[in-house]
């Protein structure tokens, strides 16, 4: 008798351990379900996500536009001006600043005036959303265009902040569709990544000159006010002593 209950206790044992073990089968299964579940989301979510309201940057003059340049190529000063289409300065600089630099100093014929992609932003952070790297990919395909200007306008028009999904690919194809941009084109550009070399061109020839933030701007390969946004009066002055041979 007392062998039969210690088999029965033992039995009990074995199917109160094979319960618990099914059990945690079944949690480990769920969670692992539930994660995958959750990862599929956050990479799928964004490419269902609509596009957001474009809003449209008040116009600008574009004088003797080519690709990313604007003005006389012989101009006598040359600026270049580095930025991340991400940066807030940047965004400052673009809307406050550079439509004096054209008015006063391009249309001029003082200066020819050029912008270079530093996106640096994105970094090599996994989570990163290569927002900085995309949006200079969609400037480029809308360079081929001929419309890099009003692209440049547009990104910095639309910027909400670091990597939160003001340039996620579908707005930027919104972008695009308002820029006016021959939509097919522009696709098979932004998707082929067609213009990597030039920006990673870009890229390195800020670090030769010293950028290690942005805006940059240089006065014929001098930096202006490193360090801080320069003001238009900065690189007017500048510009002047260029001229002058100082």
Known sequence: MSSTKELSKRQARREEIRAKE??????????????????????????????????????????????????????????????????????????????????????????????????????????????????????????????????HGIIFANWNGENLGAYSDKNLRAFAEKAELDMDAFDACFDANKYQKEIQADFDGGIKLGVNGTPSVFVNDQIINPGYIPSYEDIAAAVEAALAGN
């Open 22 to 151: 099914k059990r945690g089968r079944i949690i480990g299964i769920s969670l692992v379900t539930i994660g995958a579940i959750l990862l599929a989301f956050l990479f799928i979510y964004p490419s269902m996500k609509p596009a957001s309201e474009v809003l449209t940057p008040e116009p600008h003059s574009y004088p003797a536009s080519d690709n990313t340049s604007l003005g006389d190529p012989k101009a006598p000063v040359k600026v270049d001006v580095y930025e991340d289409f991400q940066c807030p300065a940047c965004r400052t600089f673009s809307e406050d600043i550079e439509p004096l630099i054209v008015k006063n100093l391009v249309q001029t014929g003082k200066v020819y005036y050029t912008f270079h992609n530093y996106p640096f932003i994105d970094g090599d952070t996994v989570n990163s959303g290569k927002e900085s790297d995309q949006s200079a990919n969609a400037s480029m395909c809308a360079a081929e265009q001929g419309k890099f200007w009003e692209m």
